[in-house]
């Protein structure tokens, strides 16, 4: 079995499609089949089932698939060690969120531009969830979670930092006069937030469903920011993402606290060699998180 077709078929496997996995590799569609074709002649069983214009794994399939990542991996071990001085390169698939994003990674992305310019990042904006699913099928090679779980099934995870929430309000809203607000002190509030799947839009809705009437939807934090400092309600956000506006008095910290606390981190899948590049990338986004703590 060459690597070269074990590789292809990993891909294949991860995104059920030819067709995509063709623009990922790189390669023709018609060179991805062939490959497929060649691998499931030289193993004498099928390893796609062709479902019209969708496929899946057959049993054979399935069985391959974990020693093809791990084949790969200590392909990827191997060159690494060959090349053990030589610059970072190579290319990683991160998933992250806006708010990770916009305000934790900047100067993680501006490290890697000017130190490692042959490292080629590529940020792909998803949610828990979605992330998780990626990391698991090999899609994303790392993923920026924001989580009250720290334990994540086939996934390793490393906590880079508590994210503090702060329920923040335009400067004349009513509620900036209260010292002490309850669930119950928010009924009939309008509440602004970002896209369901949003972690801590998720929870602090499901907090208040009892008192307060359904989200008014504004998609990205920028937009909801607006928003609230527009007077049009109040929401809950990473305090990383309104420092700024905090400190201005475009917007005001309320006096309720989350019952929930979140925690910045960066996950892979269990099991994975991380190749150098990788590795160095888990640890400068480690140390850069925490100086930004500081």
Known sequence: MELRLLATFEKVADVLSFTR?????????????????ALESS????????????????????????YARRMADLADEARTAVAATAEPSGPIAVGTMESLTSYRLPP???????RYPKVRLTLRPTLGDETRQALRQG?????????????????????????????????????????????????????????????????FEAELREWAPPFME????????????????????????????????????LAWKAPFTLFTQLAWRRGKRLPAHVRLFVEQARRLVSEQRG
Do not use: W
């Not at 193993?43 to 794994?57: A, H, N, Q």
């Not at 504004?218 to 937009?223: L, V």
């Not at 909801?224 to 910290?253: Q, W, Y």
């Open 43 to 66: 193993l004498g069983v099928d390893l796609f089932e062709r479902l019209g214009s969708r496929i899946r794994l057959t049993e054979a399939g399935e069985r391959l698939l974990p």
């Open 108 to 114: 993680l992305l501006e490290y890697f531009h000017h």
């Open 218 to 253: 504004f998609g990205t934090i920028e937009a909801t920011k607006r928003g609230v400092a527009a007077g049009l309600g109040v929401a809950l956000l990473p305090r990383v993402t309104v420092e700024e506006e905090l400190a201005s008095g475009t917007l005001v910290e």
């Open 139 to 203: 899609t994303y090679d790392v993923g920026f979670l924001m989580e009250p779980e720290t334990e994540h099934e086939g996934l390793e995870s490393e906590v880079l930092a508590p994210e503090p929430l702060v329920l923040v309000a335009g400067p004349h809203h009513p509620l900036t006069s209260r010292t002490d607000l309850t669930n119950a002190a928010l009924a009939g509030t309008q509440l602004l937030g970002t896209e369901p799947g949003c972690t801590y839009r998720d929870l």
């Open 21 to 37: 996995a063709a623009a990922e590799l790189g390669y023709a569609q018609s060179s991805v089949t062939s490959q497929v074709r």
